[in-house]
């Protein structure tokens, strides 16, 4: 089975900027859309972010729009979140997944260990 591991996680103060990364192995990655989700403490998993297979549509959640950036290597079988402007309820764990191309809000892979991002105002 698949592995997908987040980092890039990390304390940051308002305003601030983090890249995230996803490394996934066990799947022909170029041929899969891809997801960030994050989970803050007491609330479910978010959809945050997708992208194509092919890097050529990407979709966000309201509340990041603007702000974060997905983006993906195949040749590295790595998706990236560049998140700029960071606010405290931006604080979460936050996880990569495989979705289906027709359904970004549908991850099918198996979770990571996320990476925590934590926001100071």
């Known amino acids: 089975q698949g592995q997908l591991v987040e980092s890039g996680g990390g304390l940051v103060q308002a305003g601030g900027s983090l890249r995230l990364s996803c490394a996934v192995s066990?799947?022909?990655?170029?041929?899969?859309?891809m997801a960030w989700f994050r989970q803050a403490p007491g609330k479910e998993r978010k959809f945050i972010a997708a992208?194509?297979?092919?890097?050529?549509?990407?979709d966000y959640a309201d509340s990041v729009k603007g702000r974060f950036t997905i983006s993906r290597d195949n040749a590295k079988s790595t998706v990236y979140l560049q998140m700029t402007r960071l606010k405290p309820e931006d604080a979460a764990v936050y996880y990569c997944n495989i979705v289906p191309a027709s359904d970004y809000f549908a991850p099918f892979g198996p979770w990571g260990q996320g990476t925590q991002v934590t926001v100071s105002s």
């Open positions: 066990g799947w022909t990655f170029s041929t899969y859309a």
């Open positions: 992208i194509g297979k092919d890097g050529d549509s990407t």
